[in-house]
């Protein structure tokens, strides 16, 4: 009997999940547990922003309110117009911007033409140096921390944003991804640019360029992120306050105003060094899409 009631169960629930009302309802039920997911995800972040809000007398109260009643602006006003404590985030905040701006274009100077020959020029040894490159994105970056320090030492660049621009320039992830979205460019193009008298240079600019921008733009915006949240190596090579970069100066804000119970402040801060972040991802996410999803696919379209 028990037996017969389980193959039952079993029949009528194969049934139910061939039937039309499964397949109505399961893109309901994918919808609700995505919203979930995205409310769990995003509550953190709303929470920040909520304290960032309220005065400091009741931001840390609980239980918590979501909603900043009062609401008040001092809290910018104090990270913004007035540093005190010796905490200077907008002179910071120009720091990491010029420092990721040279960055992100050094890194595209380099590794455009650089992917470009592993692409299309042929000689000696070519693969084999590409795909060793390639292997050190399986090293950890501490590995490589103590001989470009010592580097960096012997030509007196720590303590200089030097230190900040040059090691990061050059990456083996931006020459993978560019590369292979050059494979996929078609020659035809390049070689009737070549007999309308153009040289590799020109090709490069005019024809390849073009067509890999989404790629571009993925390996810009992730160099920058990548930048602008490092927080290890600008602790070690840097110790003049006068040239922090923001992630050093938002730690600095935390030490001053954490222990004072100015949660506000501190959020605030925090608030700050991501809006850059999200307003690029805001105005290049297409392109961001397009470029992680079509790497070594074959395609530019």
Not at 44 to 73: E, M
Not at 114 to 136: H, P
Not at 216 to 236: A, C, E, K, R, Y
Request: glycine share 4%; proline share 6%.
């Amino acid at each position: 009997m028990a037996r017969t009631g389980l193959g039952r169960i079993r029949t009528g629930l194969a049934e139910f999940s061939t039937s039309n009302q499964w397949r109505r309802l399961r893109p309901v039920l994918f919808s609700i547990v995505v919203i979930l997911f995205g409310l769990i995800w995003f509550a953190p972040i709303f929470w920040i922003i909520s304290i960032s809000f309220k005065p400091n007398s009741v931001a840390a109260l609980y239980p918590v309110t979501w909603i900043p009643r009062p609401f008040t602006l001092e809290n910018y006003e104090t990270i913004l117009l007035h540093p005190t404590r010796g905490v200077d985030i907008v002179r910071s905040f120009g720091i990491s911007a010029f420092v990721c701006s040279a960055v992100v274009a050094g890194v595209l100077l380099l590794s455009t033409p650089a992917a470009y020959a592993f692409a299309r020029l042929k000689f000696r040894g070519r693969d084999t140096i590409f795909w060793l490159m390639v292997a050190t994105l399986a090293l950890p970056v501490q590995m490589f921390i103590v001989p470009v320090y010592v580097i960096l030492d012997r030509v007196d660049w720590v303590n200089t944003l030097k230190a900040l621009i040059f090691p990061p320039l050059g990456p083996a992830f931006a020459l993978f991804v560019l590369r292979q979205f050059m494979l996929a460019v078609s020659t035809e193009t390049e070689e009737a640019a070549r007999l309308d008298g153009c040289n590799r240079l020109q090709v490069l600019w005019y024809v390849v360029v073009p067509q890999i921008r989404p790629a571009l733009v993925s390996v810009g915006l992730i160099t920058f992120l990548n930048t602008w949240n490092d927080f290890l190596w600008p602790l070690i090579v840097i110790y003049d306050r006068d040239i922090y970069p923001l992630t050093l100066a938002l730690n600095d804000v935390r030490s001053a105003y954490h222990f004072t119970f100015e949660a506000g402040t501190v959020m605030a801060s925090y608030v700050v060094a991501v809006i850059p972040v999200v307003v690029l991802f805001y105005f290049a996410k297409n392109h961001l899409i397009r470029g992680i999803s079509l790497t070594g696919t074959g395609s530019t379209m």
